[in-house]
C-alpha cells in the first residue's frame, strides 16, 4: 500500500454566513492510524469532519481524502468511508438491527451483522422503534452502521459523546480493534483521556485553526515543560544543581525549603538532581514529578478551558 | 475509478484468511440491488406509520362508503359510486404521493436520515427512485383494495386501462414533485401541517367527492388547474364516461409535474 496520506487538508475555509467556522486550517492524516481532532464546541471539529465527507463545499483550500475530491469524487469515495453522525441518521420507525441489515446490503463485502449486532450490544433492542432507543443505544447503532460496510477509513464524531463509561470503554475497545485489522480512524472529541488513550496522532483546533499536532506525548513534552518538585533544608545552593542540569533547565526555591526544577523531566534528569542531593548530603523529605496533560497544553496554547 | 476497483478481493464475500473482523473489503452493492432494499425498507416504514395508514387506506375507504351508501352530495344523474370511486381513486394517489411522502420525507431529512444515507454508497438519484417505486408499490395496492371496496358496492367501470394507468402515473409525478419540493424546503413540523391542509382543502375542492360544477363559475375555472381535479376528472371521464384519452387533464398533471419536480430538484436541501 502506498504512504499516500488517509485524509489531507490544506487550508480549509468555512464560512457560514458572516461567521468563519473554519478558519486555514492544516491537517494531515496519516493511513492505518487513529487521529483525534480535539477542541472545544464550536472549535470547527465538526466542520471539518464533514467537508472531508463530502457534505459541505470549501470556501478556500483543498481537502483529499484517500486520494479523492470528496465532492467532485464522493461516488467513488462514498463505499470506501465509514461515517458516524454526532446524532440521527435513522428512520424514527426502523428498529436497530432493521437499520443495520439496511445499511450492510449496500455494500459488497459487509460484515456478519448478527456477530455485529451482539457484539455491540443491539440484540436487546428488539423491536423497539429507534425513536424509543436510549441515547447510548443510538450511539452504538451509528457506530455499528459506520463500520458494517468495511471501509478502509471511518470517521466518528463524538463516538463517546452522552455514554456512560462502560459503554465508552466498549466504544474505545472498538476503536482498538479497528486499528489492529488496518482501518484508520478519525475521531472528534472534547475528552482529553479520550484522545490520550485512543489517538496516534492529536490535532487540537481552536478557532476553526489547529493550534498544535502530534501523539500525545510529543504534545505533552513539547507544549509545556514539566516541572520535578523535591523539599529539603532552606537556601541550598541552586547554582551548583544547575551547572549539573541541561541547558534550558530552571531551578527555583518559589518558598523557603521547596525547590521546583522546570524542563524536560526525564530520568536522567531525575539522577543528576538525585546525585546532587547526594553530594550535598540533602535528605529530600518529598520529591514529585508532575506530568502535564493535554488538558494543560490547551489550557496553555488557548488560555481556555476545554470543555468551556 | 469505479468503487469496486479498489475492493482487494472483488466478488469473494469474504476475507483472506488470518485477516481481522474489520480488516477494510470496500466496495458499494450493485445499484439495483441497491435500489431494491432501498424501496422494501422505504414501503416498510410507511406501512408501519399508524397515520400515514390512516391518510392512505382508511380516509379514501370510510369516504368511498360512506357517500357511497349516504345521498349527502348530489352526484349527479346515474349511481352514486360510479361519480364517488373515480374521485376516490385520485385521492389516494395524492394522499401517498403528495401529503404521506411529504411528511415522510421531511421527517427523513429532520432526523438526519437523509444526510447519512448520503454518506453511503447508495446515489441520491437511486434513493428517489426507490421512493418513487415505494409510493408506486403503495397505490397498486391502495388501488387495489379501494376496487375491490368499490365493486362491492356496485361500481360498474368502463373505459382503456391504459389511458388510466397514465393518468395516474402522471398524477403521482406531479403530486410527488409537489410533495417533495414542500418536504425539501419546509422544517419538517411545517410540512406535516402543510400537507395536511392542502390535502383538506384538495379533498372539498378538487372534485373527489364534491362535484366542480356544485362552485361558482369563476371558481371553478381556476380549481380545473388544480392537479387533484385534473386527476379526478381525468379518471372519471374514463372510468365513468368510458373516455378515451382526456388530454386537457393530461396537460394539466404533465405541467405541474414539470413545475414540481422541477422546483423540487432545484430547491430540495438534504439537511
Same mark, same amino acid.
Given at each position: 500500500?502506498?504512504n499516500? #496520506?488517509?485524509?489531507?487538508?490544506?487550508?480549509?475555509?468555512?464560512?457560514?454566513g458572516?461567521?468563519?467556522?473554519?478558519?486555514?486550517?492544516?491537517?494531515?492524516?496519516?493511513?492505518?492510524?487513529?487521529?483525534?481532532?480535539?477542541?472545544?464546541?464550536?472549535?470547527?471539529?465538526?466542520?471539518? /469532519?464533514?467537508?472531508?465527507?463530502?457534505?459541505?463545499r470549501?470556501?478556500?483550500?483543498?481537502?483529499?481524502?484517500?486520494?479523492?475530491?470528496?465532492?467532485?469524487?464522493?461516488?467513488?469515495?462514498?463505499?470506501?468511508?465509514?461515517?458516524?453522525?454526532? &446524532?440521527?441518521?435513522?428512520? &424514527?420507525?426502523?428498529?436497530?438491527?432493521?437499520?443495520l441489515?439496511? $445499511?450492510a446490503?449496500?455494500?459488497?463485502?459487509?460484515?456478519?451483522?448478527?456477530?455485529?449486532?451482539?457484539?455491540?450490544?443491539?440484540?436487546?433492542?428488539?423491536?423497539?422503534?429507534?425513536?424509543?432507543?436510549?441515547?447510548?443505544?443510538?450511539?452504538?447503532?451509528?457506530?455499528?452502521?459506520?463500520?458494517?460496510?468495511?471501509?478502509?477509513?471511518?470517521?466518528?464524531d463524538?463516538?463517546?459523546?452522552?455514554?456512560?463509561?462502560?459503554?465508552?470503554?466498549?466504544?474505545?475497545?472498538? %476503536?482498538?480493534?479497528?486499528?489492529?485489522?488496518?482501518?484508520?480512524?478519525?475521531?472528534?472529541?472534547?475528552?482529553?483521556?479520550?484522545?490520550?488513550?485512543?489517538?496516534?496522532?492529536?490535532?487540537?483546533?481552536?478557532?476553526?485553526? %489547529?493550534?498544535?499536532?502530534?501523539?500525545?506525548?510529543?504534545?505533552?513534552?513539547?507544549?509545556?515543560?514539566?516541572?520535578l518538585?523535591?523539599?529539603?533544608?532552606?537556601?541550598?545552593?541552586?547554582?551548583? +544543581?544547575?551547572?549539573?542540569?541541561?541547558?534550558?533547565?530552571?531551578?527555583?526555591?518559589?518558598?523557603?525549603?521547596?525547590?521546583?526544577?522546570?524542563?524536560d523531566?526525564?530520568?536522567?534528569?531525575?539522577?543528576?538532581?538525585?546525585?546532587?542531593?547526594?553530594?550535598?548530603?540533602?535528605?529530600?523529605?518529598?520529591?514529585?514529578?508532575?506530568?502535564?496533560? @493535554?488538558?494543560?497544553?490547551?489550557?496553555? @496554547?488557548?488560555?481556555k478551558?476545554?470543555?468551556? | $475509478?469505479? #468503487?469496486?476497483?479498489?475492493?482487494?478481493? #472483488?466478488?469473494?464475500?469474504?476475507?483472506?484468511?488470518?485477516a481481522? =473482523?474489520?480488516?477494510?473489503?470496500?466496495g458499494?452493492?450493485?445499484? &439495483?440491488r441497491?435500489?431494491?432494499?432501498?424501496?422494501?425498507?422505504? =414501503?416498510? $416504514?410507511?406501512?408501519?406509520?399508524?397515520?400515514?395508514?390512516?391518510?392512505?387506506?382508511?380516509?379514501?375507504?370510510?369516504?368511498l362508503?360512506?357517500?357511497?351508501?349516504?345521498?349527502?352530495?348530489?352526484t349527479?344523474?346515474?349511481? &352514486?359510486?360510479?361519480?364517488?370511486?373515480?374521485?376516490?381513486l385520485?385521492?389516494?394517489?395524492?394522499s401517498?404521493?403528495?401529503?404521506?411522502?411529504?411528511?415522510?420525507?421531511?421527517?427523513?431529512?429532520?432526523?438526519?436520515?437523509?444526510?447519512?444515507?448520503?454518506?453511503?454508497?447508495?446515489?441520491?438519484?437511486a434513493? $428517489?427512485?426507490?421512493?418513487?417505486?415505494?409510493?408506486?408499490? =403503495?397505490?397498486?395496492?391502495?388501488?387495489?383494495?379501494?376496487?375491490?371496496?368499490?365493486?362491492?358496492?356496485?361500481?360498474s367501470?368502463?373505459g382503456?386501462?391504459?389511458?388510466?394507468?397514465?393518468?395516474? +402515473?402522471?398524477?403521482?409525478?406531479?403530486?410527488?414533485?409537489?410533495?417533495?419540493?414542500?418536504a425539501?424546503?419546509l422544517?419538517?413540523?411545517?410540512?406535516?401541517a402543510?400537507?395536511?391542509?392542502?390535502?383538506?382543502?384538495?379533498?372539498?375542492?378538487?372534485?373527489?367527492?364534491?362535484?366542480?360544477?356544485k362552485?361558482?363559475?369563476?371558481?371553478?375555472s /381556476?380549481?380545473?388547474?388544480?392537479?387533484?381535479?385534473?386527476?379526478s376528472?381525468?379518471?372519471?371521464?374514463?372510468?365513468?364516461?368510458?373516455?378515451?384519452?382526456?388530454?386537457?387533464?393530461?396537460?394539466?398533471?404533465?405541467?405541474?409535474?414539470?413545475?414540481?419536480?422541477?422546483?423540487a430538484?432545484?430547491?430540495?436541501?438534504?439537511?
Open positions: 500500500m502506498s499516500d #496520506p488517509a485524509v489531507e487538508i490544506r487550508g480549509l475555509v468555512k464560512r457560514y458572516p461567521k468563519t467556522a473554519v478558519d486555514g486550517l492544516d491537517l494531515t492524516v496519516r493511513k492505518g492510524s487513529v487521529t483525534a481532532v480535539l477542541g472545544p464546541n464550536g472549535a470547527g471539529k465538526t466542520t471539518t /469532519v464533514e467537508t472531508c465527507e463530502g457534505y459541505r470549501p470556501d478556500a483550500g483543498t481537502v483529499r481524502v484517500l486520494g479523492l475530491d470528496p465532492v467532485a469524487e464522493a461516488g467513488a469515495l462514498r463505499p470506501r468511508i465509514g461515517v458516524m453522525l454526532q &446524532s440521527g441518521g435513522v428512520y &424514527s420507525g426502523a428498529r436497530a438491527v432493521e437499520m441489515r439496511h $445499511m446490503k449496500l455494500y459488497a463485502h459487509p460484515l456478519d451483522v448478527d456477530a455485529l449486532v451482539e457484539r455491540l450490544g443491539l440484540g436487546g433492542c428488539g423491536r423497539t422503534a429507534y425513536r424509543r432507543l436510549s441515547g447510548g443505544q443510538q450511539q452504538r447503532l451509528a457506530l455499528a452502521m459506520a463500520v458494517v460496510g468495511r471501509p478502509e477509513l471511518v470517521f466518528l463524538e463516538p463517546t459523546a452522552g455514554l456512560d463509561p462502560q459503554a465508552r470503554r466498549a466504544t474505545w475497545e472498538l %476503536v482498538r480493534e479497528l486499528r489492529a485489522d488496518g482501518v484508520c480512524v478519525v475521531l472528534t472529541t472534547h475528552h482529553m483521556d479520550e484522545a490520550e488513550q485512543l489517538a496516534d496522532e492529536v490535532a487540537i483546533i481552536d478557532a476553526g485553526r %489547529v493550534i498544535a499536532h502530534g501523539s500525545p506525548e510529543q504534545l505533552c513534552r513539547g507544549g509545556a515543560e514539566n516541572t518538585r523535591f523539599t529539603g533544608r532552606p537556601a541550598l545552593d541552586l547554582g551548583s +544543581l544547575l551547572k549539573a542540569l541541561p541547558d534550558g533547565t530552571e531551578a527555583a526555591e518559589p518558598t523557603a525549603g521547596v525547590y521546583r526544577v522546570t524542563g523531566v526525564d530520568p536522567q534528569l531525575l539522577a543528576t538532581v538525585a546525585s546532587w542531593c547526594a553530594q550535598h548530603g540533602v535528605m529530600p523529605s518529598s520529591l514529585s514529578v508532575e506530568r502535564h496533560t @493535554l488538558e494543560d497544553v490547551f489550557l496553555e @496554547l488557548t488560555g478551558e476545554l470543555r468551556a | $475509478m469505479t #468503487p469496486t476497483a479498489t475492493d482487494p478481493h #472483488p466478488g469473494s464475500g469474504g476475507r483472506p484468511p488470518g481481522g =473482523t474489520f480488516t477494510p473489503a470496500p458499494a452493492a450493485p445499484v &439495483s441497491m435500489i431494491l432494499a432501498q424501496t422494501a425498507l422505504e =414501503t416498510r $416504514m410507511l406501512l408501519r406509520n399508524g397515520e400515514q395508514l390512516l391518510l392512505t387506506v382508511i380516509i379514501p375507504a370510510l369516504l362508503v360512506l357517500f357511497s351508501a349516504v345521498d349527502i352530495v348530489d349527479g344523474a346515474g349511481k &352514486s359510486v360510479d361519480f364517488l370511486a373515480p374521485g376516490i385520485a385521492l389516494a394517489v395524492m401517498t404521493a403528495f401529503t404521506g411522502q411529504a411528511i415522510a420525507t421531511g421527517f427523513d431529512r429532520r432526523y438526519g436520515v437523509l444526510k447519512r444515507l448520503g454518506a453511503s454508497p447508495l446515489p441520491r438519484w434513493l $428517489m427512485a426507490a421512493k418513487t417505486l415505494s409510493v408506486l408499490v =403503495t397505490e397498486v395496492l391502495q388501488i387495489a383494495l379501494l376496487t375491490v371496496i368499490a365493486l362491492a358496492l356496485g361500481w367501470p368502463h382503456d386501462p391504459l389511458a388510466v394507468a397514465a393518468l395516474v +402515473l402522471l398524477g403521482t409525478a406531479a403530486f410527488s414533485g409537489l410533495g417533495l419540493l414542500m425539501g424546503t422544517k419538517a413540523e411545517a410540512t406535516l402543510a400537507a395536511n391542509l392542502v390535502f383538506l382543502l384538495l379533498l372539498v375542492g378538487g372534485g373527489v367527492i364534491v362535484p366542480t360544477e362552485f361558482p363559475e369563476g371558481v371553478q /381556476v380549481l380545473g388547474l388544480l392537479p387533484i381535479s385534473a386527476l376528472d381525468g379518471l372519471r371521464a374514463v372510468l365513468q364516461g368510458g373516455a378515451g384519452v382526456p388530454w386537457g387533464d393530461v396537460a394539466v398533471l404533465a405541467a405541474w409535474a414539470v413545475l414540481g419536480l422541477g422546483a430538484a432545484k430547491l430540495f436541501r438534504w439537511e
